[in-house]
């Protein structure tokens, strides 16, 4: 099994910036590919961003692209999402998701291991 740990959320103004981490432990495997999913308030889980195992591979929604950045340190069994020019919209409890696979999962029901989550307020 894979435990995920989220972790990095909080409060900031309209334009501000977060880091979310995720902390994976127990079966250590390779081949884990990582994405990022949000919720908000009424609304349905959405795809934030994916990355490969390698980090050669990296798929962004729309809603991310130009402003989020997926990372991932191996080594350290963390995978990170930079938040930048973050907007109210923004606003969402963020998890982080790990499948066993060689295509970059981008649904909600190819995840194997999700995190608790952690959330996210960005004021006007």
């Known amino acids: 099994q894979v435990q995920l740990v989220e972790s990095g959320g909080g409060l900031v103004q309209a334009g501000g910036s977060l880091r979310l981490s995720c902390a994976a432990s127990?079966?250590?495997?390779?081949?884990?590919?990582m994405g990022w999913f949000r919720q908000g308030p009424g609304n349905e889980r959405e795809f934030v961003a994916a990355?490969?195992?390698?980090?050669?591979?990296?798929y962004y929604a729309d809603s991310a692209k130009g402003r989020f950045t997926i990372s991932r340190d191996n080594a350290k069994n963390t995978v990170y999402l930079q938040m930048n020019s973050l907007k109210p919209e923004d606003t969402a409890v963020y998890y982080c998701a790990a499948r066993y696979s060689a295509v970059l999962p981008l649904r909600e029901d190819e995840y194997d291991y999700w995190g608790q989550g952690t959330q996210v307020t960005v004021s006007s």
């Open positions: 127990g079966r250590a495997a390779s081949g884990y590919a």
């Open positions: 990355i490969s195992w390698s980090g050669g591979d990296i």
